[in-house]
């Protein structure tokens, strides 16, 4: 048997020996720096739209000066519309002054209907029902003054038991009558 490092030799020797015939060199040479060429070219377009606009990606202080900056208008629209809230907060609890009469806006809810009905002075869809200003007060005056009466009734039946019951039994029996 032929140790490996002999055989080894033996075929080193048998390369160094065969050479390549080489007939035309310049034309291989020609060849091969013509594929390259080619292969640069394929590789690279003239202009690439994409990298032109999306190369910024690749700069890292760019990247963090914009993402500063977009919270920086995040933070500046988060504030502007707390701005915007407490105002009309405060704006609700302001006095509504039209002309020469003054409505506090703590009314009740009918009361700023029947000011805006008033104000835009359409009473009714079509327009022909007016209410003249002294109607609209005694209205309004009748509807706290019921109201009134109302909460005070409210607060007698619930200081009284006796009456809590009577009126609870009543209730009870119009709600039978209305269900039959």
Do not use: C, H
């Amino acid at each position: 048997m032929i140790p490996e490092s002999e055989k080894y030799r033996k075929v080193l020797n048998i390369l160094r020996k065969s050479k390549p015939s080489f007939n035309r060199s310049e034309d291989i040479e020609e060849q091969v720096l013509n594929r390259i060429g080619r292969m640069n070219k394929k590789r690279r377009p003239p202009f690439d739209v994409v990298d032109y606009l999306f190369g910024w990606v690749y700069i890292g202080w760019v990247r963090r000066s914009l993402i500063a900056a977009s919270v920086v208008v995040v933070l500046f629209f988060i504030y502007q519309q707390t701005v915007i809230l407490k105002q009309v907060k405060s704006l609700s609890r302001q006095t509504i002054v039209f002309g020469n009469e003054t409505f506090p806006s703590s009314a009740s809810e009918i009361e700023k209907r029947l000011m805006l009905y008033k104000i835009s002075d359409q009473w009714a869809s079509d327009g022909v029902l007016k209410i003249s200003e002294k109607q609209m007060v005694q209205l309004l005056d009748s509807y706290n003054e019921l109201q009134g009466r109302y909460k005070n009734l409210i607060r007698l039946i619930e200081q009284d038991p006796e009456l809590k019951k009577s009126v609870e039994k009543k209730l009870n029996e119009i709600k039978q009558k209305s269900n039959l």
